[in-house]
């Protein structure tokens, strides 16, 4: 199948520093991806979709000026966590479809944000 | 907007017990799809249902869909440990592309 790659797997930063994850699809195109996070034993929330070329739209609640979303190519998507929080800390994975129909998501490996 | 109910929340089963897994929403859906998750993995696709009434069998899993296309499980056969994790089930929002996951059932298995 399809492969997501995300980097990196794991990372813990210092309050009010930014952090980038990355989401690439290894071998398909992917002209939206999607970011969710995943609190603890929970379910995952989509934050926002990914547009390649154009501005990411959000879901409610989410801030857009704390979570940058950057689609700059067919294969890769960046997520930058601004001026994080201990709160921000999370699993935060990223998704991909090879098909425009709703057809199998591919996920990444998914990023441990841990913010001290 | 349109959500998808999973029930239920957590469940523990004895090694050998079946095990299953439902999901409902309120408006019909187009199709219908169901993932497993690790602990500490990401989800992984297991299958995805279109057809109405559609029944869809992998080894010991059974995922149906309903014949209104508002609800669907997964049925798990005389459980092994290596089935423990999270299943959730994912719905398409109404006329959109955004993939909409049920909260989640988290399968416990005792050898």
């Known amino acids: 199948g399809a492969v997501v790659s995300q980097h990196p797997s794991r990372v813990i930063c210092k309050s009010g520093t930014s952090v980038k994850i990355e989401c690439r699809s290894l071998d398909f195109q992917a002209t939206t991806m999607f970011w969710y996070r995943q609190f603890p034993k929970q379910s995952l929330m989509l934050m926002a979709t990914?547009?390649?070329?154009?501005?990411?739209?959000?879901e409610q609640g989410v801030e857009k000026d704390k979570f940058l979303i950057n689609h700059a190519s067919l294969t890769l998507s960046t997520l930058t966590v601004t001026s994080a929080h201990p709160e921000d800390s999370s699993f935060y994975i990223c998704?991909?479809?090879?098909?425009?129909?709703?057809?199998?998501?591919?996920f990444g490996q998914g990023t441990r944000l841990t913010v001290v | 907007g349109q959500q998808v109910m999973q029930i239920p929340q957590y469940q523990h089963v004895q090694e050998g017990e079946d095990f299953t897994t439902y999901c409902n929403s309120s408006t019909t859906l187009s199709n219908i799809q169901w993932y497993k998750q690790r602990p500490g993995g990401h989800p992984v696709f297991l299958i995805q249902?279109?057809?109405?009434?559609e029944v869809k069998k992998q080894k010991r899993l059974t995922f149906q869909f309903g014949e209104a296309k508002k609800n669907s499980s997964l049925h798990i056969t005389a459980t092994q440990t290596t089935d423990v994790g999270t299943y959730f089930c994912a719905a398409r929002n109404t006329g959109g592309f955004k993939t909409i996951f049920g909260a989640g059932t988290r399968l416990f298995v005792k050898a």
């Open positions: 249902l279109v057809k109405s009434g």
């Open positions: 998704s991909a479809e090879p098909g425009r129909d709703f057809s199998e998501a591919f």
């Open positions: 990914s547009n390649e070329g154009s501005k990411a739209t959000y």
